[in-house]
Each structure stands twice: as structure tokens, then as C-alpha cells.
T-cell receptor, first 114, second 114 residues
Framework: AQSVAQPEDQVNVAEGNPLTVKCTYS??????LFWYVQYPNRGLQFLLK??????LVKGSYGFEAEFNKSQTSFHLKKPSALVSDSALYFC????????????FGTGTRLTVIP | DAMVIQNPRYQVTQFGKPVTLSCSQT?????MYWYQQKSSQAPKLLFH???????NEADTPDNFQSRRPNTSFCFLDIRSPGLGDAAMYLC?????????????FGPGTRLTVL
């Protein structure tokens, strides 16, 4: 079975500081991993994905994520947080060898404090 | 711009009164999904279409049905809404059923049941 865990419900960071939103996964084979962001009363927006290749993946709005196979993690990072980054962030996984469904974590609410 | 459109953005219905939510896409994607998302929780997949092939999740209540009359449109029908069905309903599309693709989400319809 495949699953995703986001251990932090809430992350607070000061504007201009680096931010990290954590994600760990469980999947039988090599995972396909995704990050989405959701602003209030809006749908999910795709940020970035890891399929294969370089472990460091760069995405939209200056976000990046590092795939770590040994730690089964795919943490989302940004060097300098903006107030406008405040939103709900979802990590998701797909098992290329199993059902094609996208499994979401429970989400992490990021608040960037001015 | 190619996009996923959901109408209406906000829907209010009465307990037990049938309601239909609409989704359209200009991406010409083969796959369309319906998710239910309750109060900042992870989106929960209800069902999806690959072209005309309908795939229902095992735990989706019979109260929820879907129609896809053509590639561009997909509808979510809730036959007898209960208070527990109040949620954000998200439509998403995917080019194909390849696990490496990201899904594209609409802005969502927030359903209130009185």
C-alpha cells in the first residue's frame, strides 16, 4: 500500500527566512512524488514533481524539493519565504507499479509572518 | 489559456435535494477526476473517467454519481445530499493514466447543505 505523511500540521516562518515543509512516503517501488499548494477557497496548484533523475527538483515560485530515497522523504524547501507563500501544502505520491491514484498527505498549513 | 473550469463556485442546497456540479476542461485531457475535500483535509478521490471508462472508488457512497457526456465535460450528481456531504468538490484532469503526469485542478465548488 502507498501512503504519504506530513508530520507537521502547521509551520510558521518569518518572512525572508528559509522554509521547509516535510513529507515522507511509503510505496513498494520507486515513487512518483508531487507537491501541490492550495490557497483559500481555491483548487490545488501543481508546484513540482520527482519522477527520476536529479534528487533536487526545482518548481514554481522558487520552490524546490529534495528526494531522499534512504530516508523516504521529499521535503519542500524555499530559500527565502514570502508572505504570499502562506497557504496549505499537500505532498502526494503515485506508485507507478500499482494503482494509478494520487495519494495525498493530510496537508501542512504554512504561515509566513511579516 | 487552457484550464479546468468548475461551476458554480458556490452551491447551496437543501438536505435531500439533488444537486449537480459541473466541470469542463479545455486541455483535451483523457482523464477526469472528482475529489471531495473537507475542511482543510486531504482531497479524497471519489471516482474518475479514463475517456468513457468509469472507475468508482470502493468507498464512494452510492449517493454520488457521475456523468461524462464528452471529453470536455464531467458532472458530479449528488442524489440526496446529507449534512455530511458539505465540502469542497474538486475536479481534476490528466493527460493520460501515466503515473508520471501531474493532475490539473479546477478552482473547486464549495457545497453547503442546509
Amino acid at each position: 500500500a502507498q501512503s504519504v505523511a506530513q508530520p507537521e500540521d502547521q509551520v510558521n516562518v518569518a518572512e525572508g527566512n528559509p522554509l521547509t515543509v516535510k513529507c515522507t512516503y511509503s510505496v513498494s517501488g520507486n515513487p512518483y512524488l508531487f507537491w501541490y499548494v492550495q490557497y483559500p477557497n481555491r483548487g490545488l496548484q501543481f508546484l513540482l514533481k520527482y519522477i527520476t533523475g536529479d534528487n533536487l527538483v526545482k518548481g514554481s515560485y522558487g520552490f524546490e524539493a529534495e528526494f531522499n530515497k534512504s530516508q523516504t522523504s521529499f521535503h519542500l524547501k524555499k530559500p527565502s519565504a514570502l508572505v504570499s507563500d502562506s497557504a496549505l501544502y499537500f505532498c502526494a505520491v503515485r506508485d507507478p507499479g500499482g494503482a494509478n491514484n494520487l495519494f495525498f498527505g493530510t496537508g501542512t498549513r504554512l504561515t509566513v509572518i511579516p | 489559456d487552457a484550464m479546468v473550469i468548475q461551476n458554480p463556485r458556490y452551491q447551496v442546497t437543501q438536505f435531500g435535494k439533488p444537486v449537480t456540479l459541473s466541470c469542463s476542461q479545455t486541455l483535451n485531457h483523457n482523464v477526469m477526476y472528482w475529489y471531495q475535500q473537507k475542511s482543510s483535509q486531504a482531497p479524497k478521490l471519489l471516482f474518475h473517467y479514463y475517456d468513457k471508462d468509469f472507475n468508482n472508488e470502493a468507498d464512494t457512497p452510492d449517493n454520488f454519481q457521475s456523468r461524462r457526456p464528452n471529453t470536455s465535460f464531467c458532472f458530479l450528481d449528488i442524489r440526496s445530499p446529507g449534512l455530511g456531504d458539505a465540502a469542497m468538490y474538486l475536479c481534476a484532469t490528466d493527460l493520460s493514466d501515466r503515473a508520471r503526469n501531474e493532475q490539473f485542478f479546477g478552482p473547486g465548488t464549495r457545497l453547503t447543505v442546509l
